[in-house]
């Protein structure tokens, strides 16, 4: 009786093992894809030369400090 037991229990101990191995061999880290480059019709570039010309720079506007931003810097 003892032995088909133990006969059972490494039967089944067996197949479970083998399963787990199965399962695990073959997998492999999984590699980052390169990103795929355009096509030269679509870059940046391309795109910029049809476009229209180009917008002048904005006029540039001095920030008022505040009496709150004065005094941090006074502090600092």
């Known amino acids: 009786m003892a032995d088909l037991v133990k006969?059972?229990?490494?039967?089944?101990v067996d197949s479970v093992l083998k399963e787990i191995l199965k399962k695990t061999t073959g997998r492999v880290t999984t590699k980052r894809k390169r990103r795929k480059t355009r096509p030269a019709a679509t870059t940046?570039?391309?795109r910029k030369t049809t476009s229209a010309k180009p917008k002048p720079a904005r006029k540039q506007v001095s920030?008022?400090?505040?009496?709150?931003?004065?005094?941090?810097q006074r502090r600092s």
């Open 44 to 46: 940046k570039v391309a």
């Open 7 to 12: 006969e059972l229990i490494s039967g089944v």
């Open 63 to 72: 920030k008022r400090r505040t009496a709150a931003g004065r005094s941090r």
